[in-house]
């Protein structure tokens, strides 16, 4: 494996723990920033909305640079965005902040995964995104815990200062061990890259990938109040569960990552299948600490882990250009803000079993999506997937 897709995993790593780091110290931050805590939670939408809107039109701004420059000029977005979170003195500057950062991370994502195709071999392009995919789960591992005890330590500013720290560590380590590439893309403009949303399948799979994150988020964002109120633990126990979980998401990543080469459409349907079983296990079993333990677990196995798979699939479909991997990430994006909110609304309608509920019908909706697929390589040799070869 290229030393450069362990490098690219360590600024995905960054920008993961920037996106999460309001999550951990938001009653701290609202009496910074004199504001409510709710005011600060539109902090964590704003990012995410920031990434799916933003982060394709400065992909685009970038498309023409070597991928080497056009990942420093996104470092350099990103640290700015982090440099004035740090020293904001008001909730309105914070708030640039935070669409500053959440644009810059979602570009870079699209970047990073294209590059990661660029300097691996295409049967090895499914482990080189498992590796870069690391990044994003080391950040819910270790991350957002790390950013945490940094806050309340020292200040939720030396939080954002130390995820400065580390962004420019990652910016001079990418300088210094990725090599360089003549453009983002991978051979043709923008018009190319364009030009493969007028596939239909793409937007096909482009909306598995929403609904697989979708079904993951409904739940994951809601196992506090879950773990709590419904299977009776503490709430000093749930962060080590909840650090449990993120190991599960590791090595889930791993292995999806072993078999989204050569077996990518019955990855995603094994994957799907399991997690609605779990889903549905977990809104059955809530109440009885142990079974609820160990579906959130399989959750963790199976959730967010498929990425290598998706992108695997994305890239096969349409391109392996940053401007189809950044959309891809903003669909993605679009599955953590459709599920989180829609689980609250049916919280609020329907009590805490709700969201896994909802998690539940995603995922085997999201099953419905790979069908087509999953029929017709049924009919042609087990050994071949039959989604479009890598363009590029």
Request: proline content about 5%; overall charge positive.
């Amino acid at each position: 494996m290229p030393r450069a897709v362990y490098v690219l995993a360590l600024g995905i790593f960054a920008m993961v723990t920037s996106e999460f780091v309001v999550a951990g110290l938001m009653p701290q931050m609202a009496d910074g920033l004199n504001v409510t805590i709710p005011q600060i939670g539109y902090l964590i939408t704003a990012f995410a909305v920031a990434m799916a809107a933003g982060g394709p039109f400065l992909t685009v701004a970038v498309m023409k640079l070597p991928s080497r420059t056009a990942l420093m000029v996104l470092f350099a977005v990103f640290l700015a965005g982090n440099v004035l979170a740090a020293t904001a003195t008001g909730y309105s500057t914070m708030m640039a902040a935070r669409i500053i950062t959440g644009i810059a991370s979602q570009a870079f994502f699209g970047v990073g995964i294209s590059m990661c195709a660029q300097i691996t071999r295409p049967e090895v392009r499914g482990r080189a995104m498992a590796v870069a995919m690391n990044g994003l789960m080391l950040g819910t591992l270790l991350g957002l815990p790390l950013s945490t005890l940094v806050g309340e330590r020292f200040g939720w500013r030396a939080a954002f200062w130390t995820i400065t720290g580390l962004t420019v560590i990652a910016a001079v380590t990418t300088l210094l061990g990725v090599p360089r590439i003549e453009r983002a893309g991978d051979g043709g403009g923008f018009r190319q890259e364009a030009g493969v949303f007028r596939k239909p399948k793409l937007w096909l799979v482009l909306s598995t990938s929403t609904l697989i994150i979708g079904a993951t988020f409904s739940a994951f964002s809601y196992f506090n109040p879950i773990l709590t109120g419904l299977a009776g633990f503490s709430t000093g126990t749930v962060p080590l569960l909840l650090i449990a979980y993120g190991a599960a998401t590791v090595v889930g990543n791993n292995v999806v990552g072993r078999f989204a080469d050569r077996h990518t459409v019955p990855v995603l349907a094994v994957g799907l299948v399991l997690n609605t079983v779990f889903l549905a296990g977990f809104a059955l079993l809530a109440d009885l600490p142990a079974p609820a333990v160990v579906c959130m677990m399989g959750v963790g196995l199976v959730g967010v882990t498929m990425n290598p798979a998706m992108a695997t699939r994305v890239q096969r479909t349409g391109n392996a250009g940053p401007l189809v991997n950044t959309v891809h990430s903003s669909f993605i994006t679009l599955g953590i803000i459709l599920g989180s909110s829609i689980g609250a609304v049916a919280i609020e309608t329907w009590g805490l079993r709700a969201p896994l509920w909802l998690g539940a019908t995603l995922a085997l909706a999201g099953l419905t999506t790979v069908l087509p697929d999953l029929t017709r390589r049924a009919g042609t040799s087990p050994s071949r997937d039959l989604d479009d070869p890598v363009s590029g």
